[in-house]
């Protein structure tokens, strides 16, 4: 990722078009420095055309009078004088490969970290790269996004020419969009089009500082000549009152290098005295030392802040992997520039309007596309719009308790109603609101206004122990044909429902739950009104994997073995609280395809919308509607929030599921389940990003009592005598993943290096990973590596 260091300022030259005088500027910014007796290194990454014109040497040419002080150096240069990527298409018919992006970047952050080691006092770094700002690089790929995971303050130079005012301006806001930080705009002074007046103004307004310099002579057909000219023309820029401009921004933009590194310096104790953090006890942060400065994010990493202990030649910013996809809510990435611009389109047409009897694109595109071929497909009608979760799990239930009241609550007082309760699972969570708190059982998320209405079932579990794939039982379930602890055939036979509905074990559950419910309503306790699940796995009560065949049995004994096809709720309405599990987390799109069965409500947020912005969506059947249905406003589903299908969430929405439809069929996910087939025997059945072998041998160890995987997902449930929420066994042993190994600088770019650390989250006693659907498969392999090393230690 990013690369900061206290003694050396870096900043990455772009342009606002091509020949708008990159080159000659950044060689009067090198030249001014090496005056200023600063050693100076100039980086080309990319030069194509002809090496006597080539820009490093250039460099070197005019600052001749400093060139000790100038070291000058080109990364991959192409005789063909046309677009970097054209020149790498037509040499890779010679050669037979064109650099990737990732060999790009790291090339370029190895050598930032080769002149910190190699300048002993405070230097300067000037990257200039080729062309406008969305100037292709050798593979292809736009330079704006290319050069994004390093994050390099920038120097824009603005185009003095006809057209120049627009496509500085354009240029600025596409860095802006990815966020750059640009620190300076320098320019000509072309006294014809004056571009520089208007611009300084509009960049003024915006915090910017523009300088404008004169231009440089004509070109002197005499090659004797016109060296003399150009030498002439910089040594005026230096020597001249014209110095006063160039030095200005020398002087600023180390003033702003300052800045950057006195506001992150100063951040944690800040944070400390004015940040109440969710989940912290804030009695057990010690110090500035265990606040975690993020001072950038791209793709799965976080760019940290760490006072380094040998400031002269460590990075202050150390690469974390996001091992917790930011609480679960990343699906692409950070920063990810589709999304991005999905975000800054909808602003754009709409800001955020009113929603009720109104509709928009976005809102109407994302609810038919959830319903006809999403989640919803083949069940839901309708699509409700909400905040978050827990927001979209509040409308959930209203919807369910209407729909169980308008069929079984007639003879009920209002008090009665008001004492509904949910049939659950044990170790449920559905958000932090207080209504979504009331559908689980008393534990460390609730508050002194909740109040438990319902009955949660203990659940069976599966999970790797000792190396074998098990399905736990509950002791209440516990009997010589039904064992606590038996071993399952395999993953995907554990996850092919319909095949096990016929075994003694789902007789078992059957005799189980119905013993249970006849009891509940013998002894004539609150009535159920919904029954209220998180498929498959459940997140925040510490990562457990549910035996699939106990919902869908739960299921089916609640309906009554209701037909699948069935328009209309039986029993209790059914709510899957897909949070969490949806859209692919677990590798499936939704739960009801393996359990056999669809919701009559479903939940869907986090993934929803890649992580940029919240946004929930509640999927109803249609005669979970009509319980809603009338002449009556009173009848009507009186809820909702100011941000209702803010068009920005929604179209961020639509966006993020086209992206994930196309990763469903990526060569990587085609590789994990062919790799989850080939150690199962059952294909397609379940599978996950993690390799097969190393939750095996994960779970052999003596610190393990079990482990499991699906889909992004990875759970490592540790021995621990106070196991629950409020251990700190699986933070503590787990916190060496947060050390850096080797040089921090490096993040060797590379996909899989080994350069950075993890920055984690537990669950008391279970430490759990997650990535994002698009990590690639080196790094996880790396992760993995990381992780073995820490807890077999």
């Known amino acids: 990722m990013s690369s900061l260091y206290k003694h050396l300022r870096v900043h990455q030259v772009f342009g606002a078009n091509t020949d708008v005088g990159k080159t000659i500027l950044t060689t009067a910014l090198a030249r001014t420095s090496a005056r200023k007796k600063f050693p100076v290194f100039y980086l080309k990454p990319v030069s194509t055309g002809a090496v006597e014109d080539a820009d490093d040497h250039h460099v070197v040419r005019f600052g001749r009078n400093s060139s000790n002080l100038i070291r000058s150096e080109c990364l991959y240069r192409y005789d063909d004088p046309v677009s970097p990527h054209l020149a790498a298409i037509r040499k890779v018919s010679e050669s037979g490969s064109t650099p990737t992006d990732s060999t790009l970047i790291s090339a370029v952050a190895n050598k930032i970290r080769e002149y910190a080691s190699k300048s002993p006092k405070p230097g300067h770094v000037y990257i200039e790269t080729a062309g406008g700002v969305h100037s292709p690089v050798l593979s292809g790929t736009t330079q704006a996004d290319c050069y994004r995971p390093l994050f390099l303050p920038t120097i824009l130079v603005g185009d003095s020419k006809l ?107 800040r944070s400390i005295d004015s940040i109440w953090w969710p989940f912290v006890q804030h009695g057990t942060v010690k110090g500035e030392q265990d606040v975690t400065v993020i001072d950038s994010a791209f793709g799965d990493f976080f760019s940290v802040y760490k006072q380094p202990k040998n400031t002269s030649s460590s990075s202050l910013l150390s690469p974390e992997f996001d091992g917790s996809a930011s609480w679960w809510t990343q699906a692409l990435g950070h920063a990810n520039p589709t999304l991005t611009m999905a975000a800054a389109r909808a602003s754009g047409r709409y800001g955020h309007v009113m929603f009720p009897q109104a509709t928009h694109l976005p809102a109407l595109r994302l609810a038919e596309r959830l319903i006809q071929k999403g989640p919803g497909k083949g069940w839901a009608s309708r699509a409700f719009f909400s905040d978050n979760g827990s927001t979209g799990m509040e409308v959930a239930i209203k919807m369910a308790l209407r729909a169980w009241s308008l069929r079984n609550g007639a ?9 509904l309760g949910i049939l659950g699972l044990k170790g449920s969570y559905h958000g932090d609101t207080i209504g979504a708190m009331d559908a689980t059982e008393d534990g460390v998320y609730t508050c002194e206004w909740h109040d438990s209405k319902g009955y949660w079932f203990d659940p069976p579990t599966v999970g790797f122990q000792d190396g074998q794939l098990v399905i736990s039982v509950p002791s209440s379930l516990s009997t010589s044909d039904t064992p606590h602890v038996s071993p399952a055939k395999s993953l995907g036979w554990v996850y092919d429902v319909g095949e096990r509905l016929h075994t003694p074990l789902a007789r078992a559950y059957t005799m189980h739950i119905r013993r249970v419910l006849d009891n509940l309503e013998k002894n004539g306790e609150n009535k159920l009104a919904a029954l209220v699940i998180e498929p498959l796995v459940m997140g925040a009560g510490g990562m457990i994997f549910v035996d699939p065949l106990f919902q869908r049995v739960l299921i089916d004994v609640v309906r009554g073995r209701r037909s699948t096809s069935s328009s209309q709720w039986s029993g209790l309405p059914i709510i899957f609280d897909e949070v969490f599990t949806g859209l692919q987390r677990i590798g499936v799109e939704s739960a009801g395809p393996v359990l056999g069965v669809n919701p009559d409500i479903s939940v869907h947020a986090k993934i929803l919308t890649g992580g940029l912005i ?62 989850w087939a080939e150690d199962d025997g059952q294909q397609g059945k379940a599978w996950s990003v993690w390799d097969p072998q190393f939750i095996k041998q994960v779970s052999k160890l003596p610190s393990v009592k079990e482990a499991m995987a699906l889909g992004t997902v990875l759970a490592i449930n540790f021995k621990d005598s106070s196991a629950g929420y409020t251990s700190f066994f699986a933070q503590n042993l787990l916190k060496p993943l947060k050390e850096v190994t080797g040089n921090a600088g490096e993040l060797s770019l590379a996909p899989g290096g080994a350069n950075y650390g993890i920055n984690y989250r537990t669950l008391g006693n279970v430490g759990y990973f997650m990535t994002s659907l698009n990590t690639k498969s080196s790094i996880i392999r790396s992760i993995e590596d990381k992780i073995w090393k820490t807890i077999s230690a």
Request: glycine share 4%.
């Open 411 to 419: 003879d009920l007082t209002k008090e009665n109603k008001k004492k």
């Open 163 to 269: 057209g120049g005012i627009s496509s500085t301006i354009s240029s600025y806001e596409s860095l802006l969009l990815r966020g750059y930080i640009v620190d300076t705009v320098v320019m000509f002074r072309d006294e014809y089009y004056r571009n520089w007046e208007y611009l300084s103004e509009y960049f003024k307004a915006r915090g910017i500082h523009l300088s404008a310099v004169d231009p440089p002579p004509a070109r002197n057909s005499n090659a004797t000549e016109d060296r003399a000219s150009t030498e002439e023309y910089y040594a005026s820029l230096v020597a001249s009152e014209e110095e006063s401009s160039i030095s200005r921004v020398i002087d600023y933009l180390d003033a702003r290098h300052a800045v950057r590194h006195k506001e992150l310096e100063s951040m944690p104790q």
């Open 614 to 675: 919240p946004l929930s969506i509640t999927l109803a059947s249609k005669s979970i509607f009509d319980a809603f249905w009338g002449d009556q406003k009173a009848v009507a589903l009186l809820h909702g929030h100011s941000y209702t299908a803010h068009p920005i969430g929604c179209e961020v929405a639509n966006e993020t599921l086209a992206q994930i439809e196309k990763l469903t069929e990526s060569d990587d996910w085609k590789a994990s389940k062919a790799v």
